[in-house]
């Protein structure tokens, strides 16, 4: 699609229920600017990153920034005020299109009321709800209030077809624009400033950004790289630490031996993805950031009881969004009580050698950038691309049910 000549202001209501859904609203703003040739206006729900771009949000994102049940339990009347401040004021603004972003427990609520009583406003949801990992039923029910999906992992689209749910196209997973930054990172530069020793293995532990799941995973993370000196001499350790865990995390390992270097989650992340032999690391996106710097690993993830109680829904061989991705379980998975430090050190010796064990991951490894990669564009641009589409087909339906207008 071309950049839109419409003239009149075009307006979007965006949502955004958390930092990663901040991010990806900010590269979608600049994109829809650089798309759409008419003004636009921007309203709704975001943090600082959409800010940058001049958005200004109805709330702190900090307000609604949360996961799961346990942990949104005692956040639950302040979430509630703000579901319904946000449908009022997408209502107040009249928007040509409203665009959630991820965090379904927060933006979904907001969606089915803005489409109960503005039937009229299309919706848009960017970054799929895992339906094609446990409960699909959602993504029939999705239809009621969903217009179109715009998907970051390529099955998404099938799944959704599959499922009954709504139109779904595959946008591109923003990481792809990160390539170059991710596998030209300064490893070498890294080690010199933290004053590694020369030739020793470098053990990468990314035990999470959120506070519950450092509070779950850093002490069987310790224990697991603890035995590993007892095989590999010397090693380091370097944990990339975003700034509200990393406080928690210098508490937590202070005992360690040997003692970790915690260096930075944003800048020192890849430098030290590149510099590592191996990583042990949270499941989550980190997993497709490690594949992207071809990095081996071993993954592990614990969820709260209530989650767990629930894994008879789960309908995937893998939780790994690597593994998803690439169509094989190449990152060796720990859930729950498998994650145990013994399973997690069984596991890193073997990716710390020259191993089959370790070709059989680089060689699949090598192929993650081609599945992320889209055939033209960037994931912001064909995103944005889509929600002008939708709005347009959205537009052109009701002049024709309606007449001139």
């Known amino acids: 699609m071309t950049a839109s000549s419409d003239p ?3 307006k979007i209501f965006v949502v955004a229920g958390e930092h990663s859904g901040d991010a990806l609203g900010a590269k979608l703003i600049a994109a829809l600017k650089a798309a759409h040739a008419g003004p636009i206006q ?3 729900v975001g943090g600082e990153e959409m ?3 001049g958005f200004v949000s ?3 994102i ?4 949360v996961m799961g049940p346990m942990s949104i339990l005692p956040r639950l009347p302040r979430i509630v005020r703000r579901v319904y401040q946000t449908v009022d004021a997408a209502l107040a603004a009249a928007p040509d299109a409203v665009v959630i972003i991820d965090s379904p427990e927060f933006t979904h609520p907001i969606a089915k009321r803005i489409r109960k009583r503005a039937p ?6 960017y970054v799929s709800p895992s339906v094609w990992a446990w409960r699909p039923g959602r993504a029939k029910r999705m239809r009621r209030y969903i217009d179109h999906v715009l998907a970051l992992l390529p099955f998404e689209p099938d799944a959704h077809a599959r499922l009954g749910g709504p139109p779904c196209t595959y946008v591109g997973h923003p990481l792809i624009e990160k390539l170059d930054e991710i596998q030209n990172a300064d490893a070498a530069a890294l080690a010199l400033r933290l004053g590694l020793v020369p030739d020793a293995p470098v053990v990468l532990v990314l035990p999470g950004s959120r506070t519950s799941e450092v509070e779950r995973l850093i002490d069987v993370f310790g224990e697991a790289v603890a035995t590993v000196p007892a095989s590999v001499q010397p090693v380091e350790i370097v944990i990339p630490a975003v700034r509200h865990v990393r406080d928690l995390i210098a508490a937590r390992t202070a005992t360690w031996k040997p003692r970790p270097h915690i260096v930075d989650g944003g800048a020192d992340k890849y430098a030290a993805m590149r510099l590592a032999r191996v990583a042990l690391a949270a499941s989550g996106t980190i997993t497709l950031e490690l594949a992207l710097a071809g990095t081996p690993s071993v993954v592990a993830y614990k969820v709260d009881k209530l989650i767990a109680s629930l894994r008879f ?5 893998s939780v790994v969004l690597a593994n998803l991705v690439l169509g094989r379980n190449v990152y060796p998975e720990f859930l729950q009580e498998t994650c145990t430090a013994e399973n997690l050190a069984a596991a890193l010796l073997p990716l710390l050698a020259d191993t089959e064990a370790r070709k059989a991951q680089l060689d699949e490894l090598a192929r993650t950038p081609e599945k992320l990669r889209l055939t033209s564009s960037s994931p912001s641009a064909a995103a944005a691309e889509t929600v002008l589409s939708v709005i347009e087909a959205h537009a052109a339906g009701k002049s024709r049910r309606f007449g001139p207008m």
């Not at 009229?120 to 949801?125: G, K, L």
């Open 313 to 317: 829904l789960v309908r995937v061989p």
């Open 62 to 65: 900090e307000d609604v920034a």
């Open 51 to 53: 800010a940058h771009e």
């Open 8 to 10: 009149h202001t075009l």
């Open 58 to 60: 109805l709330f702190p």
């Open 120 to 125: 009229h406003i299309p919706i848009i949801d």
């Open 42 to 44: 921007f309203s709704g």
